[in-house]
């Protein structure tokens, strides 16, 4: 197992702009998984990461330590405990990160499968929940608009909690051809000229469109929409948070098809 003690290692170097940069995230197509729940997840459905950083500390936590003995053949480095600190997202760094190339979707979006499109998500908390929201409700297929954070940087990534890993995403969609050629029903939440949510109607596949926090859906975006959707709220609260509003619509498409 390498050891690196020194901030001035190539290696280190390279993994702290992955942490810190999301445009070397982008340019080398790799980013940065924290913590043992992620790491787990990421094993289970994709293998071993590409390199796996453990703290000095961390080596000797109990849980780090039974995935390295089962994972004998994983490239580890074991990093001081201060270096590990640097490249954590987190104040309380949880003493192991690994290295992983980002997955590319497969091929170009089915426009024939349930979709969430997400137009102008800016904070990476409610990325993340809208990830795992949509994977929960079986939604497999994302995509996400140019003006988006990036879903693999690290708080996204934390927010998500290994959702990234159980469905395609598409980021830097054309949201508008997407709803143009989609072959089902396409549904926008809006305030104006929408139909309760209770009331709408739909059938077959489904592209629900969810705007950014106060913005809302686009208007280019919203008018290729073929419903505009709205949640009922007769408490005195003008919006929901996108992650809320997303789960109530994303649970219903999902408490319709349930067998009567």
């Known amino acids: 197992m390498k050891h690196i003690v020194s901030r001035d290692n190539p290696a280190f170097r390279?993994?702290?702009?992955?942490?810190?940069?999301?445009?070397?995230?982008?340019?080398?197509?790799?980013?940065?998984?924290?913590?043992?729940?992620?790491?787990t997840?990421?094993?289970?459905r994709h293998g071993l990461p590409e390199m796996v950083l453990v703290s000095e500390r961390g080596a000797a936590q109990g849980e780090i330590a039974a995935w390295l003995a089962a994972h004998p053949q994983a490239r580890v480095v074991l990093l001081a405990d201060g270096l590990l600190a640097e490249l954590a997202d987190t104040e309380t760094p949880a003493g192991v990160l690994a290295e992983v190339e980002v997955p590319a979707?497969?091929?170009?979006?089915?426009?024939?499968?349930?979709?969430?499109?997400?137009?102008?998500?800016q904070d990476p908390g409610n990325l993340g929940t809208l990830l795992r929201t949509a994977a929960a409700a079986g939604?497999?297929?994302?995509?996400?608009?140019?003006?988006?954070?990036?879903?693999?940087s690290p708080k996204v990534l934390r927010a998500g909690q290994g959702a990234h890993f159980l469905v395609q995403i598409h980021e830097g969609a054309d949201l508008e051809t997407f709803l143009t050629q989609f072959q089902g029903a396409s549904l926008a939440t809006a305030l104006e000229g929408a139909v309760s949510l209770h009331q709408a109607c739909w059938q077959g596949p489904v592209a629900w469109v969810f705007g950014a926090e106060g913005q809302g859906v686009s208007?280019?975006?919203?008018?290729?929409?073929?419903?505009?959707?709205?949640?009922?709220?007769?408490?005195?609260?003008?919006s929901l948070n996108v992650g809320a509003a997303a789960a109530i619509c994303l649970f219903e498409t999902l408490r319709r098809r349930l067998p009567a």
Do not use: N, Y
Request: glycine share 8%; hydrophobic share 45%.
């Open 14 to 39: 390279a993994w702290k702009k992955l942490a810190q940069s999301s445009r070397e995230r982008r340019k080398a197509g790799r980013t940065l998984l924290e913590g043992m729940h992620l790491l």
């Open 41 to 44: 997840a990421w094993t289970a």
């Open 105 to 121: 979707a497969d091929q170009a979006p089915a426009l024939d499968r349930d979709t969430v499109l997400l137009d102008g998500i």
């Open 139 to 152: 939604f497999g297929q994302l995509l996400l608009s140019p003006d988006c954070v990036g879903a693999w």
């Open 219 to 238: 208007p280019a975006v919203l008018a290729r929409a073929g419903q505009r959707i709205h949640i009922p709220m007769p408490g005195a609260v003008e």
